[in-house]
C-alpha cells in the first residue's frame, strides 16, 4: 500500500509511516480535516475505520487520477492478495460499487454501421460534448422525447445509492436504467427479462453492469 502512496497526483500531500514493532500502517492526508488511515492486525483481521473529507462529486472525484476517495480505496486494493477477505464500506455505497467495478474488464468493439449512425445523426444535432452527447444517445434509445427531465425515467428497479438519493443525483441511476432496459448478458438475453436479476444469485452480473454505470458517469 505505501508504494500506492507518490509525489505527485492525488496523493502528493499524503505522509505514510509503518511500525514495525507494533504491526501498523498509518497514512496522514496531510488536509489537516481528515482523520489517519491506519491498518493494526489482531488476530489476523484489520477491522478500522476513518473519517475523511474528500470531494464526493466534481472533477475531484470523478477523474480517478485526482480524487484522493478512489486512491484511497485503490491503495487498499492494492494489498488485495494479501489478505483471503477484504470488505470496504462508507455512508454511501460508494466504495462498494467501485471496489466491485475493479472486478471486470470491459472488451470493447467497433460501432455496427446502424449505431454509427445513430451517432452521427445525433452529434450533428450540436450536443457534441460529454455527457450532453451520451444523454442524447440513451434518450434516443429509450425513446424519450429530447426535452424530457430524465429523472422522471429512472427504473425504480435499479441502485441507487444513499448518496445519489440525498443529493438527487440520478444521472448514473439513469445510465443504469439504459442499460438495464437495452443490454444482453451472454446467453440470457436482455437482463429485464432475467429471473431474480436482482437477487444475491445474479450479483456478479449486476456489479459488472454498475461498474459500467460508473465508467460511462466520469468517462
Not at 514495525?20 to 500502517?25: D, Q
Not at 444482453?184 to 438475453?189: A, I, K, L, N, V
Request: glycine share 6%; aromatic share 16%.
Amino acid at each position: 500500500m505505501a508504494k500506492a502512496i507518490k509525489k505527485r497526483g492525488a496523493t502528493k500531500n499524503w505522509s505514510y509511516t509503518i511500525n514495525e514493532e507494533e504491526e501498523t500502517f498509518l497514512v496522514d492526508f496531510g488536509d489537516e480535516l481528515s482523520e489517519g488511515f491506519g491498518i493494526h492486525f489482531e488476530k489476523q483481521v484489520a477491522d478500522d475505520c476513518c473519517k475523511v473529507y474528500f470531494p464526493l462529486d466534481g472533477e475531484l472525484y470523478e477523474d480517478e487520477k485526482k480524487s484522493e476517495f478512489k486512491a484511497l480505496l485503490n491503495m487498499i486494493y492494492s494489498a488485495r492478495t494479501s489478505f483471503s477477505r477484504m470488505e470496504i464500506t462508507d455512508d454511501y455505497g460508494l466504495a462498494e460499487d467501485f471496489m466491485e467495478s475493479k472486478k471486470f474488464k470491459l472488451k470493447l468493439r467497433e460501432l455496427t454501421e446502424e449505431e454509427m449512425e445513430r451517432a452521427k445523426r445525433l452529434y450533428n444535432l450540436g450536443d457534441t460534448a460529454h455527457p450532453g452527447f451520451v444523454l442524447k444517445l440513451i434518450y434516443d434509445y429509450l425513446e424519450i422525447p429530447f426535452d424530457e427531465e430524465y429523472e422522471k425515467y429512472v427504473n425504480q428497479k435499479v441502485s441507487c445509492t444513499r448518496y445519489d438519493l440525498e443529493d438527487q443525483k440520478f444521472l448514473r441511476p439513469f445510465i443504469e436504467t439504459f442499460l438495464y432496459e437495452t443490454s444482453e448478458y451472454r446467453d440470457q438475453g436482455r437482463l429485464f427479462l432475467i429471473d431474480d436479476y436482482f437477487g444475491e444469485r445474479n450479483r456478479p452480473i449486476r456489479e459488472m453492469y454498475s461498474g459500467i454505470s460508473i465508467l460511462c458517469f466520469s468517462v
